[in-house]
């Protein structure tokens, strides 16, 4: 196998296991799924591989002996599997099996929490700057008119071009607090 290339992988079994590395593999960079097998054809790893066009067999012996696999990844937990899988196998394929299989599941239960955890934290900060847009927008409904410099003079000119030459007191009472209706244009 050239180092470009991507390493195929055979995944013997079909349950919670296999279909968490057929996932984590589908999905990595240079890795491909060449075959999965398992003794139960309706298993949820043989439905996803099918799904994903990946061939699949209820035959491990077949599927081992086929050549172009670099890796076979055994995570049945039968313990006649190692045995079968030595006896099947192209001497270019390098089998992970036993307790080396069960490290590897465990990495992945460990990334996939971590993964959870972090989109859980991804979404909680996303609705926290949401939250405080919309606190900021609630305190502060009248901002846009607010930050006008020149409204006070265009209720002014609109007051005049009224034909009115000074401004009752009640027409601007709603002006906003702190405003004097000059905005800096005496």
């Given at each position: 196998m050239a180092s470009g290339e991507p390493i195929n992988v055979v995944i013997l079994g079909g349950g919670?296991?296999?279909?968490?590395?057929i996932?984590?593999?589908?999905?990595?960079?240079?890795?491909k799924v060449v075959g999965v097998a398992y003794i139960n054809?309706?298993?949820?790893?043989?439905q996803l591989a099918r799904?994903?066009?990946?061939?699949t067999s209820t035959d491990a012996a077949s599927l081992i002996s086929r050549n172009g696999a670099d890796l076979i990844v055994d995570v049945t937990g039968d313990p006649?599997?190692?045995?079968?899988?030595?006896?099947?196998?192209?001497?270019e394929a390098e089998s992970?099996?036993?307790i080396a299989a069960r490290l590897v599941?465990?990495?992945?239960?460990?990334?996939?929490?971590?993964?959870?955890?972090?989109?859980h934290a991804e979404k909680l900060a996303t609705l926290g700057t949401l939250a405080a847009s919309v606190a900021h927008e609630v305190n502060n409904p009248l901002t846009g008119f607010s930050d006008s410099p020149s409204l006070s003079s265009r209720r002014r000119r609109l007051w005049s071009s009224l034909g009115h030459s000074q401004k009752p007191d009640h027409v601007f009472a709603c002006e906003l607090p702190g405003r004097t209706g000059q905005d800096g244009d005496s």
């Open positions: 919670k296991g296999g279909t968490a590395l996932e984590l593999f589908t999905s990595s960079a240079g890795v054809p309706e298993a949820p790893g043989l799904f994903l066009n990946i061939p006649g599997m190692a045995s079968l899988i030595a006896e099947h196998k192209t001497s992970l099996s036993g599941w465990s990495l992945i239960q460990e990334e996939q929490k971590l993964r959870e955890q972090l989109v």
